[in-house]
């Protein structure tokens, strides 16, 4: 039990919305605690961490990945997930009248011993707003609070990429090359796992090359941090709008649509005009062609993947694919932050 008093000790009750916000050494030790957890998951060594505790998960958005492996992970700590979504409260939004974020935060604080909130794409009016909704949950709550994926991060994703990474390219991923591309398709994404895979990969050393069409830039105060990751750690960073070039040695590929900075306009998602536009862009599939320029690269994605569209299924369900590992990695590292994080 020592890697779990040393990661209580250092990180209990601590809220986890952007992997930017913690230490390098704080994510190493959930990283590790979660690799433990993996290696221990059948032996009882963690069974009773949370005996009797419960995780609210809070969703505005739908979820397979994150709504699983949460209740999983609580079970498996022998405590219970319970599932919220707006629709069986009384908030206050922008239109209704009803409990404003500061009572019912406080008030899930007195039952519940850690709460994450899903809240993005067509479920917040503009760019930010689900990340300043968990800011304002985190301000008010007395439990820790965590993203489960708003509009800008989503840092359980980022960190199950990176446990996904260091298995298969080796612990020091200094040195290896990670492109970010974008793909075309009809989901419309947002941009909170490829941000959170943006700064995970730039904070642990990678060299990372960022590809898109031309008016598909993402966040630039997040390609600010990820640009000031690289210088910290020596290493690359390019951004290129061409579809092919950015894959010449990359050791990692993440190809993932998502929406342009022009998705919301009068407090609105244009799905329709996104997906419409995205469409235009059928050279941006990755494909067996494109990942030959490679260092015998892995492909990842944080899934749901749009297959057909953002990768073929070759390269998908290819022998360098990693899409399971990482999805797996996602109950162990939320494990580990919810046994370092709740009392
Ligand atoms: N990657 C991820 O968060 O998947 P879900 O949307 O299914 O939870």
Same mark, same amino acid.
């Given at each position: 039990?020592?890697?779990?008093?040393?990661?209580?000790?250092?990180?209990?009750?601590?809220?986890?919305l952007c992997t930017q916000d913690?230490?390098?050494?704080?994510?190493?030790?959930?990283?590790?605690?979660?690799? *433990?957890?993996?290696?221990?998951?059948?032996?009882?060594?963690?069974?009773?961490?949370?005996?009797?505790?419960?995780?609210?998960?809070?969703?505005?958005?739908?979820?397979?990945?994150?709504?699983?492996?949460?209740?999983?992970?609580?079970?498996?700590?022998?405590?219970?997930? &319970?599932?919220?979504?707006?629709?069986?409260?009384?908030?206050?939004?922008?239109?209704?009248?009803?409990?404003?974020?500061?009572?019912?935060?406080?008030?899930?604080?007195?039952?519940?011993?850690?709460?994450?909130?899903?809240?993005?794409? *067509?479920?917040?009016?503009e760019y930010g707003a689900g990340w300043s909704?968990l800011k304002?949950?985190?301000?008010?709550?007395?439990?820790?609070?965590?993203s489960?994926?708003d509009d800008r991060f989503h840092p359980?994703?980022g960190?199950? *990429?990176?446990?996904?990474?260091?298995?298969?390219?080796?612990?020091?991923?200094?040195?290896?090359?990670?492109?970010l591309?974008?793909?075309?398709?009809?989901?419309?994404?947002s941009w909170c796992?490829v941000q959170e895979f943006a700064l995970m990969?730039s904070r642990?050393?990678?060299?990372v090359?960022i590809?898109?069409?031309?008016?598909y830039d993402l966040d630039p105060e997040v390609i600010g941090w990820v640009k000031d990751n690289c210088k910290k750690?020596?290493?690359?960073f390019?951004i290129?709008?061409?579809?092919? #070039?950015?894959?010449?040695?990359?050791? =990692?590929?993440?190809?993932?649509?998502w929406?342009?900075p &022009?998705?919301y =306009?009068?407090?609105?998602?244009?799905?329709?005009?996104?997906? #419409?536009?995205?469409?235009?862009?059928?050279?941006?599939?990755?494909?067996? *062609?494109?990942?030959?320029?490679?260092?015998?690269?892995?492909?990842?994605?944080?899934?749901?993947?749009?297959?057909? &569209?953002?990768?073929?299924?070759?390269?998908?369900?290819?022998?360098?694919?990693?899409?399971?590992?990482?999805?797996?990695?996602?109950?162990?590292?939320?494990?580990?932050?919810?046994?370092?994080?709740?009392?």
């Amino acid at each position: 039990m020592e890697l779990l008093e040393k990661a209580r000790a250092m990180l209990m009750g601590r809220d986890l919305l952007c992997t930017q916000d913690w230490k390098k050494e704080e994510l190493d030790l959930i990283l590790d605690l979660a690799r *433990d957890m993996q290696k221990e998951r059948w032996t009882g060594k963690y069974f009773d961490v949370l005996k009797n505790r419960t995780y609210f998960m809070f969703f505005y958005n739908p979820s397979v990945r994150t709504r699983q492996s949460f209740e999983c992970a609580a079970t498996e700590l022998g405590g219970h997930a &319970q599932f919220l979504e707006p629709g069986t409260m009384r908030l206050k939004t922008a239109k209704t009248a009803g409990e404003t974020v500061e009572d019912a935060a406080k008030v899930m604080s007195r039952y519940a011993a850690g709460m994450g909130i899903r809240i993005l794409e *067509d479920k917040v009016p503009e760019y930010g707003a689900g990340w300043s909704l968990l800011k304002e949950y985190a301000l008010h709550s007395d439990i820790p609070i965590s993203s489960m994926a708003d509009d800008r991060f989503h840092p359980f994703q980022g960190l199950a *990429d990176t446990m996904g990474m260091q298995k298969h390219l080796g612990m020091n991923l200094k040195g290896k090359k990670a492109l970010l591309t974008w793909g075309h398709g009809a989901l419309c994404r947002s941009w909170c796992s490829v941000q959170e895979f943006a700064l995970m990969a730039s904070r642990y050393g990678m060299d990372v090359t960022i590809a898109h069409p031309e008016g598909y830039d993402l966040d630039p105060e997040v390609i600010g941090w990820v640009k000031d990751n690289c210088k910290k750690n020596g290493s690359e960073f390019a951004i290129t709008h061409e579809a092919e #070039e950015g894959y010449n040695g990359a050791h =990692v590929v993440y190809a993932r649509n998502w929406m342009s900075p &022009q998705a919301y =306009v009068n407090g609105e998602l244009q799905k329709k005009a996104e997906i #419409e536009k995205a469409l235009k862009f059928p050279k941006w599939i990755c494909c067996e *062609d494109y990942m030959k320029r490679g260092n015998n690269a892995l492909f990842t994605h944080p899934m749901p993947i749009d297959r057909g &569209q953002e990768v073929t299924d070759d390269v998908a369900s290819g022998k360098r694919s990693i899409i399971y590992d990482v999805a797996e990695n996602r109950l162990h590292v939320q494990k580990a932050y919810m046994a370092a994080t709740m009392k």
